[in-house]
């Protein structure tokens, strides 16, 4: 700052009052230094945040992709026809489908993140089957659970790293067992047609002269009379006509058999089919000290020719009924399933052996001392007539179970 100093109008000197700003200058610099810091913070902040909600949104993105995938390949896998499993590197299993649920009979909860060795030993025996064989495609029979038999094919993929090691196994397990009991059926139904077919022409060829014997022998014993040994004369005579008899009603069971007679279908009650069986059974079963034991859960109809089924029905019960000692157990069973009437004839009789099993439906096949190998064949036929199934399960010396299947009409 300048000022003039005067006296009376006289200058008599000039005032000079001035400060340094070079403080002034160094705070100016100090605070255009610290507001340039502060903006690149707040740039850096600004970036930091739009950086954030950006990554935020791509990975809300791709979470939600992930999900619709993983929902996605969810659904395909459950609702795929065939069990689907995968194990990663440490042998822990990491997709076990709704398929693979019902095929071994546990939930898919109890086997995730597992190893086979810290499951059920019967379980975890099937999955190291399955994961060791040496080929991309093979066929194999599982004991699954509960001492079901499953006949499976399995089809073996691997997924591996950049590395070249191994990252996971999946396993695509279609069962056939269905489809081998199917074709079993079905070579089982033409064998017994070929048989009936040449049992119908035989039978025919022996009928004639067998008709000629019995009559014979019915002329023996009325129109003759021996000089000597009468008794034996007449025992003979009878034996005689009582095997042209028993052979002749063979012949008779060959022609049914080569020509059914045609059925008559009606709806009938399930439970009064049940109790009426039962009724004709019970007697014989409490003769032989055995416990007989019957029932039916499903209250509606089932298509079918009521002296047919019961024939075909007896016949089982009369099997178990010749297996099973006395003081052992039988029981018939009906119930529902989906759209079939099940019945099951279940025993503790001696069993089957597997052996035995290949051939139980061939007719003349028996193991009994005075059968004749129809009983089962005949079962089979009206079976078949019904548009039905039969399966059996048997271990030898724990019994048997003969497992009925009849479609259900709406």
Known sequence: MIRRLSIEGSTIGVLRIGLSMDELHAIEDRMTRRVAIMSIVLAVIGAMVFMAIVVNQHYRTVS??????????????????????????????????????????????DVLGKMSSELSSVLGHCFSEIFSEP?????????????????VSISLSS????????????????????????????????????????????????????????????RYEKEFIPRSGIKEY??????????????????QQFLTFARPPKL????????????????????????????????????????????AMTQAILNLLQNALDATPPHGSIALKAFRKERSLIMEIQDTGEGISQEQLEKI???????????????????????????????????????????ISLPLVS
């Open 135 to 151: 080929g991309p495609e093979s066929e194999l029979t599982l004991e699954c659970a509960a001492g079901h038999t499953h006949i």
């Open 361 to 403: 439906f061939n007719l003349y096949f028996t193991t009994k001392t005075n059968g004749n190998g129809m009983g089962l064949a005949i079962t089979q036929q009206i079976l078949s007539q019904h548009e039905g199934s039969i399966h059996v399960r048997s271990e030898v010396s724990l019994g048997s179970t003969f497992t």
């Open 159 to 218: 997924t591996h790293l950049s590395d070249g090691s191994l990252e996971s196994q999946t396993a695509v397990i279609k069962d056939l067992t269905e489809a081998r009991q199917l074709e079993r059926e079905i070579h089982r139904k033409e064998k017994l047609t070929a048989m009936g077919e040449l049992a119908s022409g035989v039978a025919h060829e022996i009928r004639n002269p067998l008709n000629a014997i019995s009559m014979i022998a019915q």
């Open 264 to 307: 008559k279908f009606a709806n009938v009650s399930a439970q009064r089919f049940v109790n009426h069986v039962s009724t004709l059974f019970q007697g014989q079963a409490a003769a032989r000290h055995i416990q007989f034991v019957s029932h039916c859960d499903y209250v509606g109809t089932v298509r079918l020719d009521h002296d």
């Open 64 to 109: 939600q992709k992930y999900s619709q995938i993983q929902s996605f390949t969810g659904s395909i896998l459950d609702h795929m026809r065939d069990a689907v499993m995968t194990i990663n590197a440490q042998n822990q299993i990491t997709i076990f489908n709704h398929r693979a649920e019902e095929l071994f009979e546990t939930k898919a909860t």
């Open 234 to 251: 007449r025992t003979l005579t009878h034996v005689l006509k009582d095997e042209s008899a028993r052979v002749n009603g063979i012949i």
